[in-house]
Structures are given as structure tokens and as C-alpha cells.
């Protein structure tokens, strides 16, 4: 059994590594668009609120120490409202003497209520100041853990987790097609071995092209340019890895059982994995989505996995985290195994 697995492995490994197409859409494909999102967004989300400002005063000095306004100076109020008025600025503070005025553009209410309570907020607590007695309310500032995330900080778990249900159910299918259509699994099946070396062979095979994708993706992540940082628990991802590993397998390994040519493999394995990386959140954080899309997302073993390794790599959740996406990923797994081994046949009929 083991002359078996190991002459299996060594074959497939061989087919993979010859086969340059593949190599492509295993490796560079995905890496690209790792590389091209994370240039394109890794400025999002440190930009400042730009207001126009007319005159001088401690409110515009506090307003710009802020950290979270940029102040662009104006030397008429009507030069100043004029650009709120174009939408080019949400609003313009003209500081005069202990007067201080705000003049906001209403069509982006958001915007208008985020510098309204800048600007208030910063007027009272100069106020407060300057009268002397102690605030009647005591306000703390206490950081916690920030549950939004950098664009790199979701870009990079899901476009691995893309990658890796890429290769995991284009590999299987298109080898289990290709080796049946050539008649390689009629001569297995003749031949003196047993089905679990040939499963197992290719399972280990997908397992170490994952392993490999993943050192690679999260290499290049981890560069300055990028900036990805990696949580204290960054191991447990681990076992999410393998579980969707698995589950992607076995979904490959349903698509080839049932598709008797290679053309018609790579069809329904695109129709299978395309719609499920754009519903689960692999090019953007799922939860920005519209509810319904969050619930149908739900389905999807993609989502779970992107989840899972997301919490791990950057959130820094710990163990008990684990049980919702393995578990949902190994009964995936199982489920679909079990119909892929009622459908498949060694041989086209």
C-alpha cells in the first residue's frame, strides 16, 4: 500500500508541476489579485474629513488636533461656501472672535452630522474650559480591540481561501475526468490496490499545493507595502485550513463525478466556485452586504472558511471559536462525499 501511495503522489505531484496552466491559476492568478487590491485600498480608511475654515481661533486649532480633520483655508466666507455648495466640501467653519459659525451641506447626511458633532463637541469642551468649574460628567477614553478591518486584513484571508477552493475543486474534477476518460481508473481498479491509497495520494497532493498557496499568499501579505499583521493566534487557523481543504475536495471531486468530459468539468466547477466567492465575501467584507445577502452567504462552505481563517489570522479569537466553521466544513465534507461515492463510476458508461 505504501509502494502504492507513494508512486501515486509522486505521479500527480509530477502532472501538476508540468502542467503550467495550472500552476498559473493555482499561484499567480489568485496572487494577483492579492498584489493589485492591496496597492489599490491600503491607504482606505486613514483619510481625514476635510472642512473648509474661514478666520482663526482655538476652535479651528482644536478641531485640527483632532487627528480626524483635514482644514482647508478660505479667505472669504462666500469663497468657502461656495465649495460646500460645488459638494466639494461637507462644510466650512468661520471662526470669529468668540463667535463661531458652520455652515454644511445637507445633501450627504452622514457626512453632515459627523462634523456637526466634530465641531460641536469641540466648541463645548472649549467652553467648559473656559468657564472655570469642572465638567458635571466624567467622559473616559478606553481603546478596545477595532472589529472593522483594513482592506488587507480581509483581502488576504479570503482571496487565499478563493485560491485554495480553486485548485482543490478544479484539481479533482479535472483529474478524476481526465484519468477515467483515458481509462487510468479502469487500470486502478484492475490493478492490485486498494481505493484508499488512491484517495489518500490525492487528498495529501491538495493539502501540500494549499500549503504551499498559503506560505506564498500570506509571504507576500505579510510585506511592508502591504502590511498585513498576523494575530496571536494565527495557528488555529490551522484546522479551518484543512477542514475547507477538505470540503473543497470533495466537491471536486462530486463535479467529476458526474461530468464525463473536461470541458464540461471546467464549466460546472467554475459555475460552483465563481458565484460563491463574490456571495462570500472574498473580494469584500460580508457584512457590509444588505441582510438577505448575509443570510445566503450562510450557505455557502466558502463564507465559513473566510470566516474562520479571518478570526484567526487577524482577530486573534480564541479555541472556542473553532467549532462553528470546522463544523460546519467537515458536515459539508461528509455530506458531499458521501453523494460524490453514490454517483461515481470507474468507468464512462
Excluded at 458652520?102 to 474650559?129: E, H, I
Excluded at 466558502?302 to 467549532?323: C, I, Q, S, T, Y
Amino acid at each position: 500500500m505504501n509502494g502504492a501511495f507513494k508512486s501515486l503522489s509522486v505521479a500527480m505531484v509530477k502532472g501538476f508541476l508540468r502542467d503550467k496552466t495550472t500552476l498559473f491559476f493555482a499561484f499567480l492568478f489568485p496572487l494577483m489579485f492579492l498584489v493589485i487590491f492591496g496597492l489599490l485600498f491600503r491607504d482606505a480608511g486613514n483619510e481625514k474629513i476635510k472642512i473648509g475654515a474661514v478666520g482663526d481661533g482655538p476652535v479651528l486649532v482644536a478641531l485640527e488636533r483632532t487627528g480626524a480633520v483635514e482644514l482647508e483655508r478660505f479667505d472669504t466666507i462666500d469663497a468657502g461656501v461656495a465649495k460646500v455648495r460645488d459638494g466639494d466640501l461637507p462644510g466650512v467653519v468661520q471662526a470669529t472672535g468668540d463667535e463661531v459659525v458652520l455652515r454644511f451641506a445637507a445633501s450627504d447626511q452622514a457626512q453632515a452630522g459627523t462634523v456637526q458633532g466634530l465641531v460641536a463637541g469641540v466648541t463645548q469642551q472649549l467652553n467648559v474650559s473656559a468657564s472655570g468649574s469642572p465638567p458635571k460628567y466624567d467622559f473616559r477614553v478606553e481603546q478596545v480591540e477595532d472589529a472593522s478591518l483594513q482592506p488587507i486584513q480581509y483581502l488576504t484571508p479570503g482571496i487565499l481561501s478563493w485560491g485554495i477552493a480553486v485548485t482543490a475543486v478544479f484539481g479533482a474534477a479535472i483529474t478524476l475526468v481526465n484519468w477515467r476518460r483515458k481509462q487510468v481508473l479502469r487500470r486502478l481498479r484492475l490493478a492490485p490496490i486498494g481505493v484508499t491509497p488512491i484517495l489518500t495520494s490525492r487528498v495529501v497532493v491538495t493539502i501540500g499545493v494549499a500549503l504551499v498557496q498559503a506560505l506564498l499568499f500570506v509571504g507576500v501579505a505579510l510585506l511592508p507595502v502591504f502590511g498585513l499583521t498576523l494575530s496571536g493566534t494565527w495557528w488555529l487557523s490551522i484546522p479551518v485550513f484543512l477542514s475547507g481543504v477538505l470540503a473543497f475536495f470533495t466537491i471536486g471531486m462530486l463535479v467529476g463525478a458526474f461530468c464525463k468530459t473536461e470541458e464540461a468539468a471546467t464549466g460546472a466547477a467554475n459555475i460552483v466556485v465563481l458565484p460563491m466567492a463574490f456571495l462570500s465575501g472574498t473580494f469584500f467584507p460580508i457584512d457590509r452586504a444588505p441582510d438577505w445577502l448575509q443570510t445566503v452567504s450562510k450557505v455557502f462552505p466558502l463564507r465559513h472558511m473566510n470566516d474562520g481563517m479571518m478570526d484567526f489570522l487577524v482577530r486573534g479569537k480564541g479555541p472556542e471559536a473553532l467549532l462553528l466553521p470546522c463544523g460546519v466544513l467537515l458536515g459539508f465534507t461528509l455530506v458531499v462525499a458521501f453523494i460524490a461515492s453514490r454517483v461515481f463510476t470507474w468507468e464512462d458508461s
